[in-house]
């Protein structure tokens, strides 16, 4: 079922992300840029706020270089982050998403993936849906770093790792916004599963 625009509006573009090479090429040059500078900018901001406390989850050689631990115990907390970092991920996109259309989103699986995404009978307003779409880059990676100054110091790698994870993670929603912010702000947006109908003011 198609639902149509708000009087006044057309379809201006359809982005099916994916077969939008160029989009999943750029999320992924951005994915790998901040799984390196965010983790740098975090171990930055732990030793400015809590001085050595990531030392202590870390193992050095007699060269002071850091040895991350990869034996069954470190690697079982590892995978433990990054389900934490999908479940909380998708789970601020979905309640954004609901409290942003007033609408229950859908929850699905894609392989290991779960994604939320809005019933296709809600029009969102482009700002309105660039909040569901940066929600979790911004609340996660707050609560990350507040967490910095709760966790306990054998905790710190892991939180730096959880912050890292949702960054790289959220590289498809920046590049999504930054792709919305070319059109004007009066859009409308409708979700589909795998991308989105753009529709503007006036003439296709
Ligand atoms: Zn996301």
Request: proline content about 5%.
């Amino acid at each position: 079922m198609v639902e149509s625009p708000p009087e006044g509006y057309v379809e201006k573009a359809v982005v099916d992300l994916t077969s939008e090479q160029g989009m999943k090429l750029a999320a992924v040059l951005l994915g790998l840029a901040l799984i390196v500078a965010v983790p740098v900018a975090m171990a930055w901001y732990v030793d400015v706020v809590r001085p050595g406390a990531l030392d202590l989850g870390l193992t050095k050689d007699q060269e002071g270089s850091i040895i991350i631990g990869f034996d069954l115990g470190a690697m079982l907390s590892y995978l433990a982050v990054l389900v934490l970092v999908l479940v909380f991920h998708e789970l601020v996109h979905g309640v954004v998403f609901w409290r942003v259309s007033g609408e229950a989103p859908t929850v699905g699986l894609k392989g290991v993936f779960v994604y939320v995404s809005a019933p296709p009978s809600v029009f969102f307003q482009r700002d309105r849906y660039l909040w569901v779409g940066a929600a979790p880059m911004v609340l996660l990676t707050l609560v990350g770093v507040l967490l910095v100054l709760l966790l306990p110091a054998s905790l710190m790698l892991l939180d730096v790792l959880f912050v890292a994870l949702n960054a790289a993670g959220s590289a498809g929603d920046l590049v999504m916004i930054l792709m919305l912010l070319r059109y004007p702000s009066s859009s409308l947006i409708r979700d589909l599963d795998s991308g989105m109908v753009i529709y503007g003011l006036g003439a296709p």
